[in-house]
């Protein structure tokens, strides 16, 4: 049996969430994401030695820039967790899902319509 996640979001593969930038993260608000969610490797298990928690102190500065600018920080999420968990994997997706529902539609978000636009970037490692 496949463990299927919500078909509104978009998943993008990256080598290390470490080499995910703050400006990526803030482009995918720009470009109508209305929430992204980073999901990188257990804390002490990255294959980069410390590529993850580069990350989260990014993602935390990520938080701090939105509340300044008056989004929610609930659009940014980072979590750690192993690619073989792919159980807890689809309960983290639809739990982001869900704070995205709750919070609408990004401020950000070009399109014109009111319809809340579901589409959560993911960023995966392998």
Do not use: W
């Amino acid at each position: 049996m496949r463990i299927q996640y919500p078909t509104n979001i978009r998943i993008i593969r990256t080598p290390c969430t470490g080499k995910l930038e703050v400006e990526y993260f803030m482009k995918a608000f720009e470009n109508g994401a209305d929430g992204v969610l980073i999901a990188g490797c257990e804390e002490g298990g990255c294959h980069f030695i410390e590529g993850n928690l580069l990350a989260k102190r990014r993602v935390n500065y990520t938080r701090e820039l939105l509340d300044e600018l008056g989004l929610s920080p609930e659009r940014i999420r980072m979590v750690n967790i192993s690619a073989a968990m792919a159980r807890p994997f689809v309960d983290i997706v639809n739990d982001m899902v869900e704070t995205i529902k709750g919070l609408g539609p990004s401020p950000l978000n070009p399109k014109k319509d009111n319809q809340p636009n579901t589409n959560t970037t993911l960023e995966i490692t392998k």
